[in-house]
């Protein structure tokens, strides 16, 4: 079955780096998504992206935040400048149209130290 | 404000059936979703719902009253691996995706 795949799963930087977060969504899928949770939170929308440009973001996605295609696979989420509260797990996410089931990796664990 | 409300936690039994509510205030409303999410995991999905009435997909069901902004999530023939997290999730105004998630209802079924 085919499935969204995250790498790294865990990922800890100290603060101040920059950390890129890896993402191979469904391969007939047209829309991506990024979500964060951070511990015992809810899930967070950052921004959806569809036809290579960001579609919807978040107040949560400012300028620290990118996200990219950078060839016909991966989606990649940039996180500038890291800080403490940026320690959640992250979550990746594809759909087929805008309005089907969004299928969702396993996540990458970020811890900012 | 946008707001999502759901029970904290519930506790059932195996063979049982339960009721998950929501309730939702949002600015527009595009679809809602109920996603199970078992602890350290990803949500997987469950359901969606954009016009009124109830939706079955085997043992689980869902159901929607815009009028009202409240949903349900009726899981039936309860198992020990429906002990997990269910969270409702609305579509606000604008992009679908723009989800608004509630803090989820751990549900904890018991022998």
């Known amino acids: 079955e085919p499935e969204v795949t995250q790498t790294p799963s865990h990922q800890v930087t100290q603060m101040g780096q920059e950390v890129i977060l890896r993402c191979v969504p469904i391969?007939?899928?047209?829309?991506f998504y990024w979500y964060r949770q951070i511990l015992g939170q809810k899930v967070e929308f950052l921004v959806s992206f569809y036809n290579n440009e960001i579609s919807e973001k978040s107040e949560i996605f400012d300028d620290q935040f990118s996200v990219e295609r950078p060839d016909g696979s991966n989606f990649t989420l940039k996180i500038r400048s890291t800080k403490l509260e940026d320690s959640a797990m992250y979550f990746c996410?594809?759909?087929?149209?805008?309005?089907?089931?969004?299928?969702f990796g396993q996540g990458t664990r970020l811890t900012v130290v | 404000g946008q707001n999502i409300d759901q029970p904290t936690e519930m506790t059932a039994t195996e063979g049982a059936i339960v009721q998950i509510n929501c309730t939702y205030q949002t600015s527009g409303f595009n679809g809602l979703f109920w996603y199970q999410q078992h602890a350290g995991e990803a949500p997987t999905f469950l359901s969606y719902n954009v016009l009124d009435g109830l939706e079955e997909k085997g043992r689980f069901s869902s159901f929607l009253s815009r009028s009202k902004g409240y949903s349900y999530l009726l899981l039936k023939e309860l198992q020990m691996k429906d002990s997990a997290s269910y969270l409702c999730a609305v579509g606000s105004a604008g992009n679908n995706r723009k989800l608004i998630w509630g803090l989820g209802t751990s549900l904890a079924v018991n022998p």
């Open positions: 996410a594809s759909s087929e149209w805008e309005n089907t089931e969004a299928f």
């Open positions: 391969s007939n899928h047209l829309y």
